[in-house]
């Protein structure tokens, strides 16, 4: 799914209403209807509801939904903010249409800004994507007032003030605790610093123009589910073990043997067929007892690795998991970098080398996939103020150095060589535990020995990853959740994408 900037949502919306055709006020209607069937989905209509609307299209849609829940019988009080003289047509329709049936009151300055009640349920309706300059006046006054309340709000489109996607985060902007958007998520709503402006946001379909969008051009994206499972290949019924790979894994030293183990485990529920781990010694009867599936080729060293296996046969390379930086494993890591042609994903420790060394950064082969999380990634590329300049700092790293970097967090952002950004969709905060980058490593590594493109093995293995993580969470909770739970419902997160498919 495309993520566009409020200029092309502007067109796309103007698209929409010429070639589908609709009038803009039936656009308006359908979309607030989504919103109001959302909130009366939520609250019971006992709940008392304020409305501030402003006097463009996004106030539009506010005044559209206080009519429709007056007429779910909800009590409705509605507050125009007047920060201008003039007001769209879409606004004028929607406030004649709500006169009939309630008192509409203004905002003209501080002193009729409302005293917020307990108890009561706020939609703000303020500023959409047409927002062009931070808050101010009386209306910032508003937005703090609405802040410092206790009431729970409810952003239509976008939290008022914030813009769609560039950094505004210093100035007045209403922190919701929920946003329903229209349709496409917004950039703004995928980077940790919006969080608590944005709440748990959700989509909303309202019908706008596919083919227009598909024609916009954008870096940014989010992956959905249907995205995902196109990505998702079919088993054949006559095949073996031989056509779904030879995963190599370089994993382990002494104290995180476990890395390896919940890495191997990922990469053998992923599907691969056969897979052989690199390990230090006394690693060997660790994972032989642990995971008998998974073949061994054991180092010299007792507690680290310092030799670079066989690569014949091997079609993937995953390294990092529990590794040490010692330096004869340095050396395992630069060996690697130069003779390998198969396609390698780099995780954990084998990151921080890459980091004390840029030199071997430099000669990683190209297309490969980097996993950091963002301190691995600062160390990488480098300290950002800002999500936004993180964003850019993530999109020149991989166009200079011509890989993939999963950069890990709630919306993990895969970057492509190109510079093209894909969020994810799935995941919580559970799996914010020990292990759960080793197993998202064993998850790449498996669809990459799958013959899958680098880019499709990242992305289908961070919404994998993220899914079989959700999944867990409905038996587990976030608190309880670990790695190996990850592990535990991959084979139930493939079913769950291979319905997707079949409903297409
Ligand atoms: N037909 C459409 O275009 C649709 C639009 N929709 C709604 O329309 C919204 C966009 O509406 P608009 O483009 O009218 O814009 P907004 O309602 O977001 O903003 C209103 C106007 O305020 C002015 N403004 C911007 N920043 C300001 C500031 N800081 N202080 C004072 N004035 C400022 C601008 O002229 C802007 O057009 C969307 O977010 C969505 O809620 C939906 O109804 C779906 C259909
Ligand atoms: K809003």
Redesign the pocket.
């Known amino acids: 799914m495309k993520i566009l900037n409020a200029q092309q949502i ?1 067109e796309l ?1 103007a698209f929409t ?1 010429r070639h589908e055709p609709i009038a ?1 006020i039936d ?2 209607e359908r ?1 607030s209807g989504q919103f109001a069937d959302w909130f009366i989905q939520k609250f019971p209509n006992n709940t008392p509801v304020l409305i501030f609307c ?8 506010g005044l559209a939904v206080a009519r429709m829940l007056c007429q779910a019988q909800f009590n409705v009080e509605v507050m125009v903010v007047r ?2 003289e003039k007001t ?1 047509e879409d606004f004028q329709v929607n406030e004649q249409r709500l006169n009939k049936l309630i008192t509409i009151q203004n905002i003209h300055s501080e002193e009729d800004i409302p005293l917020i009640e307990e108890g009561v349920v706020i939609i703000d309706a303020i ?10 006046g009386f ?1 910032a006054q508003l937005v703090r007032q609405i802040n410092h309340s206790q009431a729970t709000v409810i952003s ?3 939290p008022s003030g914030l813009y769609c996607s560039s950094n505004n985060s210093d100035t007045h902007i209403i922190e919701a605790d929920y946003t329903v958007s ?1 349709q496409l998520p917004k950039l703004s709503f995928l980077l940790p610093q919006n969080q608590r402006f944005t709440g748990t946001w959700e989509l909303v379909e ?1 019908g706008l123009d596919p083919e227009f969008i598909e024609q916009c051009e954008t870096s940014y994206h989010f992956i959905t589910s249907e995205d995902a499972s196109h990505l998702l290949k079919k088993r054949k019924k006559f095949s073996h073990k031989g056509h779904y790979g030879h995963a190599l894994l370089l994993a382990g030293s002494f104290g995180k043997m476990g890395a390896a183990l919940l890495s191997a485990k990922a990469t053998l529920r992923t599907g691969v067929g056969l897979l052989t781990c690199h390990l230090p010694l006394c690693g060997y009867s660790i994972m032989q007892t642990a995971l008998p599936e998974a073949m061994c080729s054991i180092d010299h060293h007792e507690h680290y690795i310092t030799e670079v296996p066989s690569l014949a046969k091997i079609n993937a390379i995953g390294i990092g998991p529990g590794l040490n930086q010692h330096v004869s494993t340095i050396h395992v890591l630069e060996k690697l970098i130069q003779e390998a042609k198969q396609p390698l994903v780099f995780d954990a420790d084998a990151l921080n080398i890459l980091a004390e060394h840029k030199y071997l950064l430099k000669q990683v082969p190209e297309n490969s996939i980097l996993t950091p999380h963002p301190k691995e990634f600062e160390r990488l590329a480098g300290e950002t103020i800002n999500d936004y300049d993180r964003l850019k700092l993530l999109q020149e790293f991989v166009i200079e150095c011509n890989v993939i970097v999963v950069l890990k967090g709630a919306h993990t952002a895969i970057a492509l060589p190109n510079g093209s950004i894909y969020f994810n969709s799935t995941g919580n905060p559970g799996m914010a535990t020990a292990g759960s980058g080793d197993v998202l490593t064993g998850i790449i590594l498996s669809l990459l020995a799958q013959n899958y493109t680098p880019d499709h093995a990242a992305i289908l293995g961070v919404y994998l990853h993220g899914l079989a993580g959700d999944l867990a969470r409905e038996t587990e909770g976030e608190e309880a959740l670990i790695a190996s739970d990850i592990v535990e419902y991959l084979g139930e997160a493939f079913a769950v994408l291979r319905n997707v498919q079949n409903e297409e």
């Open positions: 502007k919306d209403i803009s656009l308006m979309a402003g006097v463009g299209n996004n106030g539009g849609d920060f201008s769209s500023f959409g994507s047409g927002l062009s300059r931070p808050i101010d209306t239509i489109d976008t229209f309202i």
